[in-house]
């Protein structure tokens, strides 16, 4: 299999392509409580309308809403997140995939300045 991943037009990006489970390549937390849902999270799943974080070691899984929000002007993908502790949402900044679609990569970047490559193969 190829390891060429094609970069996915954010403006005209599907909502469904979001969806699966991604697994935390990296993360860079900026000014992000480091003990917050997402940034323990080593997986993220999205469900329709529902997201599950999970973490390995001490940090505690969470279930909570998603949803898929878009600026007017750029019609840019946000994604915003409710879950018990914590309430945020992330910018898209770039979608990767395979020809197939069997591999994604997914950059987002969080209002708390928070950066988070996902993976899901």
Do not use: H
Request: charged residues 20%; neutral net charge.
């Amino acid at each position: 299999m190829s390891d060429l991943l094609l970069d996915i037009n954010l403006q005209q990006l599907p909502d469904d392509y979001l969806g699966g489970e991604w697994q935390v390549a990296s993360r860079v937390l900026n000014r992000n409580d480091p003990a917050s849902p997402l940034a323990q999270a080593t997986r993220v799943i999205l469900k329709p309308g529902q997201v599950e974080t999970q973490a390995s070691g001490v940090g505690v899984g969470q279930t909570g809403n998603w949803e898929v929000m878009r600026d007017e002007i750029l019609n840019r993908p946000y994604l915003s997140f409710n879950l018990p502790n914590e309430a945020t949402r992330a910018l898209v900044t770039r979608l990767r995939r395979s020809a197939d679609g069997a591999r994604s990569q997914l950059n987002l970047y969080f209002a708390s300045g928070m950066e988070m490559q996902l993976n899901r193969a």
